[in-house]
């Protein structure tokens, strides 16, 4: 059974820092794509960044420069440095896998909340 547990979300001052944690288990195929991505009520879903086996990254255009997505391969883990927060990178924040067979997981959702 695939399992991702997500961990470091909470409640952080404008300007602060979060690192948020996604480990993956009882994959038996290989990770594509490892990413988060963010919601807030009532919006779609929408890509934060993302990271390919081979350590290619894609982000959004409201973090380019300012999050790092990052993996363990060793460890099925990804995370995301989150520095210099701001009150609209408020979301619940979603782990996603990819697997190479075209298998999709995704998180439960870690809260992030910046404070103004």
């Known amino acids: 059974q695939v399992r991702l547990v997500e961990s470091g979300g909470g409640l952080v001052q404008a300007g602060g820092s979060l690192r948020l944690s996604c480990a993956a288990s009882?994959?038996?195929?290989?990770?594509?794509?490892m990413g988060w991505y963010r919601q807030t009520p009532g919006k779609q879903r929408e890509l934060v960044a993302a990271i390919t086996n081979g350590g290619i990254t894609n982000y959004a255009d409201s973090v380019k420069g300012r999050f790092t997505i990052s993996r363990d391969n060793a460890k099925n883990t990804v995370y995301l440095q989150m520095p210099r927060l701001k009150p609209e990178d408020t979301a619940v924040f979603y782990c996603s896998v990819h697997l190479f067979r075209g298998s999709v997981y995704w998180g439960q959702g870690t809260q992030v909340t910046v404070s103004s």
């Open positions: 009882g994959i038996i195929f290989s990770i594509n794509t």
